[in-house]
């Protein structure tokens, strides 16, 4: 079974931390997908990644194929980030998403 | 923004009563798709369509009922509403071609059934 895990649940930083978020997920998953969600707010695509590592702004992300590992990094935190993020692989030919139970990310000033 | 739209945002409604919730788009995307919020559960996937007429099932369709008559409409029908359905409904779309797979989200339906 195709599976996606994420840690940690729950994290709580100080505003200008280097934040680490984590995903591994299981064969048959070849493309990973980060998604944010702000408290009450809709669901945002932040990268999609197959190999490699791609940059936005204050947000990495990087991807592991052969450790079946992602990380999203979020540099110089800010109270803003606070949301939770989501990762979730794809694979197969109708483009279904397996998804992550997301991490919670609170950033106090 | 990829053009989605949910309606109602926020519906109430009581036990054994239908409910329909739509899910527009207006890029013509062939693939669509119906997820469900819980918490501890994260996005669950219910039914998906990949064209006109063309739907499947996912992960959690059962007591759910999807149609897509046209392109721009997804219709998610919930034919004997119970409380186990009260949750967050999100629209997705896939855009194809270069960035294969990436899905767009509308932005949510929040259901409470009583």
């Known amino acids: 079974k195709n599976e996606v895990e994420q840690s940690p649940q729950n994290l709580t930083a100080q505003e200008g931390e280097f934040i680490t978020i984590n995903c591994s997920y299981s064969?048959?998953?070849?493309?990973l997908h980060w998604l944010q969600q702000h408290p009450g707010g809709g669901i945002v695509s932040l990268f999609m990644?197959?190999?490699g590592k791609k940059k936005h702004g204050r947000l990495i992300a990087t991807i592991n194929i052969q450790e079946k590992h992602s990380s999203l990094h979020i540099t110089a935190s800010h109270p803003r980030d606070s949301a939770v993020y989501i990762c979730a692989g794809g694979g197969g030919s109708q483009g279904n998403l397996i998804f992550g139970k997301g991490t919670k990310l609170s950033v106090k000033p | 923004d990829a053009g989605i739209t949910q309606s109602p945002r926020h519906k109430v409604t009581e036990t054994g009563t239908p409910v329909t919730l739509r899910c527009h788009q207006t890029?013509?995307?062939?693939?669509m798709y119906w997820y469900r919020q819980d918490p501890g559960h994260g996005l669950r996937l219910i039914h998906y369509?990949?064209?006109?007429?063309?739907?499947d099932k996912g992960e959690v369709s059962d007591g759910y009922s999807v149609s897509r008559s046209k392109t721009e409409d997804f219709l998610l029908t919930l034919e004997s509403a119970t409380s186990s359905q009260t949750s967050v409904y999100f629209c997705?779309?896939?855009?194809?071609?270069?960035?294969?797979?990436?899905?767009?989200f509308g932005p949510g339906t929040r259901l409470t059934v009583l």
């Open positions: 990644l197959s190999s």
């Open positions: 890029e013509n995307h062939r693939y």
């Open positions: 997705a779309i896939r855009r194809t071609g270069e960035v294969y797979n990436e899905q767009f």
């Open positions: 369509s990949y064209g006109v007429k063309d739907t």
């Open positions: 064969v048959g998953i070849s493309a």
